[in-house]
């Protein structure tokens, strides 16, 4: 017999809920109201097999008024501050050539699984890595995977397939390097086919070394109407982080136009040196800002 089967990976969602077709269209007017709520909370994935309609809903996307990100950190103390200071995201560059590098082994080292990281999101930022390199980092115990180079749309597809399969409360995050003209318009067709296979989407200004540069992309863009429209049907109802270049000087035009944000080179001393002060500085100011809680 056909089954409406909906698989729940949400708190309090419990297991699985099986209706017969029949059944449901009978008590649609119950069912129509949680439907729509599930539908709207989550991703869902459609799917067909063995006679029954499958509706997988990913796990939800962290919502909050602002999500800031302190990427780049390679010492334990950055880690601890940025914690205590109740950021949301802590970004880890597992890419050799980055001034901000740190191997599977110094995440180890770290102790992600402590209880004290539980509240951040522990992001692996990685560039045209292998499965293999995901898994170790998973291992290490990240809970966000950060595709930030230029990692083919097949690649992208099958590592999302294999979290959904494998690692089920793992986000994954696509990053792009935001450049005006044709590319863009690639990037764009891109993200529209990405947009209910990511958590997020991530905006960068273009460069060789892939993020880092404490260059901006040119924001400006989000004013023309334009590129607001094709942009808004691009990513759909995905949320996105914008980096490049942010510091305390420019994060609140940044959260003008998004309520996400990563900052790296605007918080550190020099390249790959987080500066406590400035991370101290930036948290003061946004919770001067109702815009970050601090811890009590």
Not at 198 to 208: H, N
Request: glycine share 10%.
């Amino acid at each position: 017999m056909l089954h409406f089967s909906l698989i729940s990976l949400g708190a309090g969602m419990g297991g699985a809920i099986r209706l017969p077709v029949g059944v449901a269209l009978y008590h649609c007017r119950w069912l129509l109201g949680p439907l729509r709520v599930v539908f709207f909370a989550y991703k869902t994935n459609f799917k067909f097999e063995n006679g029954t309609i499958i509706l997988e809903p990913r796990k939800l996307a962290i919502t909050k008024r602002i999500m800031i990100k302190i990427c780049g950190i390679a010492k334990k103390e950055d880690l601890d501050l940025v914690c205590k200071l109740n950021f949301d995201f802590a970004g880890f560059v597992l890419y050799q050539k980055s001034p901000r590098y740190i191997s599977i082994a110094g995440l180890q080292s770290l102790n992600l699984d402590n209880e004290k990281y539980r509240h951040i999101v522990k992001t692996a930022v990685f560039v045209k890595p292998s499965f293999k390199d995901v898994q170790d980092a998973i291992k290490a115990g990240i809970n966000a995977v950060q595709l930030h180079g230029g990692e083919g749309l097949f690649f992208t597809l099958r590592l999302q397939k294999i979290l959904w399969q494998k690692h089920p409360r793992i986000l994954l995050i696509k990053a792009f390097g935001i450049k005006s003209g044709t590319k863009l318009v690639l990037q764009l067709f891109l993200m529209r086919i990405l947009q209910k296979k990511v958590d997020y989407f991530l905006l960068d200004a273009q460069s060789k070394e892939y993020g880092g540069t404490g260059q901006s992309f040119n924001w400006r863009l989000f004013d023309g109407k334009v590129f607001k429209y094709f942009f808004k049907m691009a990513i759909g109802k995905t949320p996105f982080f914008i980096s490049g270049g942010i510091s305390e000087q420019n994060i609140e035009k940044a959260l003008s136009y998004s309520d996400f944000v990563d900052l790296s080179s605007g918080i550190e001393l020099s390249k790959g040196v987080k500066s406590a002060a400035k991370i101290t500085s930036l948290a003061k100011f946004l919770q001067g800002l109702n815009l970050l809680k601090g811890k009590q």
